[in-house]
C-alpha cells in the first residue's frame, strides 16, 4: 500500500516509513443488505478509489477482492 501512496503521490520509492502499528477492524452487525456488485469504486483522473466489503459481500475475503480490483 505504501508504494502506492509514493507511486500516487509522486514519491521517491522507499520514502515514506514503514507503519509500527497496523489495525483491521471488523463490523459483527454491519452487515450489508444488499452489494453494488462492483468491486471497487475507482476515480482515475483524482486517483483516488473506495474500497469495502459493501460491494461484493460481507466477508474478509470480499474486502480483499475489492481492495486488489484497482
Known amino acids: 500500500m505504501l508504494q502506492g ?8 520509492q522507499g520514502s515514506l516509513p514503514k507503519p ?3 489495525r483491521l477492524q471488523l463490523w459483527g ?5 444488499n452489494t453494488l456488485s ?3 469504486i475507482l476515480d ?3 486517483r483516488a478509489s473506495i474500497c469495502s466489503d459493501r460491494f461484493l459481500g460481507s466477508n474478509l475475503e470480499y ?3 475489492s481492495g486488489e480490483a484497482q
Open 5 to 12: 501512496v509514493e507511486v500516487a503521490l509522486y514519491l521517491p
Open 63 to 65: 474486502v480483499v477482492l
Open 38 to 40: 462492483v468491486p471497487c
Open 29 to 33: 452487525t454491519a452487515l450489508p443488505n
Open 44 to 46: 482515475q483522473q483524482g
Open 20 to 22: 509500527v502499528y497496523t
